[in-house]
Each structure stands twice: as structure tokens, then as C-alpha cells.
């Protein structure tokens, strides 16, 4: 969605303090995707200095599902935000969407952040179609043009330099089956 936007991006992995190998492995994933990637933990205190550094000069805008933690991470770059958290249900494990709206908050003078109510799923109907989705995936896009057919959807088709990628290792599988899911996912809106 923010390629579709066209927005700087950075991936702000939180709660690495519950598991730092795969904090580690999703941090390097999306590195490799062309992404700039921050490790963070508000119980343990990593990466809120950094976090900050990318706040300053900006107007940047905290997005994600319910209950990872922006509103906590928020109050961490600066105590006097005093920004309402909640917990995460111990039974379906998901946030209790605490934060109900967009407050554009003054860090200083010339950098604004936007707390933003959490999600629980992504939309797909902004993406008109199934040939868009490929250009909303950095390292796909990026050697799209070496595969035999310019239209080639990554999918079935033959000499795909993009299942290449894969199979080498360049493009990492599991981003690879996300763009599948997402593919099919977008084919079977258009269906109804
Ligand atoms: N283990 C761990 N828990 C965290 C961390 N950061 C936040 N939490 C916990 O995650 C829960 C949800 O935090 P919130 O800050 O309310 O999450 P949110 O993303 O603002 O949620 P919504 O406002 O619902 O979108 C709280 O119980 C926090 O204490 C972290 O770094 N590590
Ligand atoms: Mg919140
Ligand atoms: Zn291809």
C-alpha cells in the first residue's frame, strides 16, 4: 500500500525482546527487499533512539495491525505524549484496537507524528489490477524487465527471470509466496 502511495517507507520491527532470531531473519528479509529496517523493544529499551533520529525533520505517520505497540513506542520517543495503550487478548492474541483515532502529535518545531488506530487486515481493492500488483513489490519490480514476456506476471509463465531470483536466493521466498497470495487474492475480487 505505501508503494502504491509512493510514501518513504521505513519497517519498524517492535517486541524484538519476545524473539530476536526472528526479529533478526524478518529484519534481513526486508533489508534484502530494498527497505530501510528498524529492530525496537519499548520493554527493553532497544532501537528508541534510532526510532527518533527517523522522526526528526519529518511528518511520519505510525501504521500497523492493533496492539504491536505504536502508541507505546510513541510514548517511548517522548514520555510527555502520554498516549493511551492497551493490552493484547490473550485469546485471539490480537490488539483491542485502543488508539480510535488520527492525532497529528508536535515532537518539536519541525517534526509531526501521526498515531493511528491499528487495523486487523489489509484491503486489496485500491489495486485496480492483477498486473499492478508486481510494481507494489520493490525487488520484483526491480528485475521485472529481464523476464522473456514484458507482461509476464511472475506466476506460470515461462523463463521468468523472477522465479530465477528466487531459486538463486537474490529475491527471498517467503516475499515471493506473499506476491503469489496477494496475485490471487486481487484475480478472485475481480471474479465477483
Ligand atoms: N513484549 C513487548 N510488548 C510490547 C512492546 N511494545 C508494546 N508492547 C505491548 O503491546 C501491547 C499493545 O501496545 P499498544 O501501544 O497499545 O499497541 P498499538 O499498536 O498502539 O495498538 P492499537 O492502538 O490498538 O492500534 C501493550 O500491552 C504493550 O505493553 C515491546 O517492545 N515488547
Ligand atoms: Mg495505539
Ligand atoms: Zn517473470
Known amino acids: 500500500m505505501s508503494e502504491y502511495e509512493g510514501l518513504d517507507v521505513t519497517v519498524c520491527i517492535n517486541k524484538s525482546d519476545l524473539n530476536l532470531d526472528l526479529s533478526e531473519k524478518y529484519k534481513k528479509i526486508y533489508e534484502k527487499a530494498g527497505y530501510k529496517v528498524l529492530l525496537t523493544s519499548t520493554k527493553l529499551d532497544i532501537g528508541i533512539d534510532d526510532l527518533k533520529k527517523n522522526l526528526l525533520g519529518n511528518i511520519s505517520v505510525f501504521a ?26 490473550n485469546k485471539t492474541r490480537r490488539g483491542k484496537h485502543t488508539t480510535r483515532h488520527i492525532e497529528l502529535l508536535e515532537l518539536d518545531s519541525e517534526s509531526f507524528i501521526l498515531d493511528t488506530p491499528g487495523f486487523s487486515s489489509l484491503n486489496l481493492d485500491f489495486i485496480e489490477d492483477e498486473t499492478d500488483v508486481k510494481d507494489y513489490f520493490r525487488e520484483i519490480n526491480k528485475y521485472s524487465q529481464d ?12 523463463n521468468c527471470a523472477i522465479k530465477e531470483k528466487v531459486k538463486e536466493g537474490i529475491i527471498d521466498e517467503e516475499r515471493y509466496n506473499n506476491y503469489l497470495l496477494l496475485l490471487n487474492e486481487v484475480r478472485n475480487i475481480r471474479r465477483y
Do not use: A, I, W, Y
Open 64 to 89: 500497523g495491525p492493533s496492539g504491536v505497540g505504536k502508541s507505546s513506542l510513541l510514548n517511548k520517543v517522548d514520555n510527555r505524549l502520554n498516549l493511551e495503550t492497551g493490552t493484547v487478548s
Open 147 to 158: 523476464c522473456r514476456f514484458l507482461s509476464c506476471l511472475h506466476d506460470k509463465e515461462p
